[in-house]
């Protein structure tokens, strides 16, 4: 009901501590999802995306992890990216 104000995002943060907290891995990845979908850039979107990539069959995380480098290639999680692609390589 928020809309797309800094205060909805910033009540996002609080959300996916309490999704974790009240429904497991499975609510916050999909509190993960909504915001991502209302926020594509915004200020959790490194670690939401990062959190969906860790969350994902080994199949679809090199994918994830493919695209998360592509949206941030300096993000917080990116060396953890380049190094679960590097271990996906086929030799």
């Known amino acids: 009901r928020a809309g ?4 909805a995002e910033l009540a996002y943060g609080d959300l996916f501590a309490v ?30 995306r990062a959190g969906l990539c860790m969350r994902a069959s080994r199949d679809a995380a090199v994918a994830c992890w493919s695209d998360y480098l592509k ?3 300096t993000g917080t999680h990116a060396a953890r990216a380049k ?9």
């Open 19 to 48: 999704a974790k907290q009240r429904g497991g891995s499975a609510a916050q990845t999909s509190a993960w999802k909504r915001y991502l979908a209302r926020f594509p850039q915004g200020r959790f979107a490194d670690d939401a």
């Open 83 to 91: 190094g679960e692609l590097s271990r996906n390589e086929t030799p």
């Open 71 to 73: 949206k941030h290639p």
């Open 4 to 7: 797309r104000g800094p205060k």
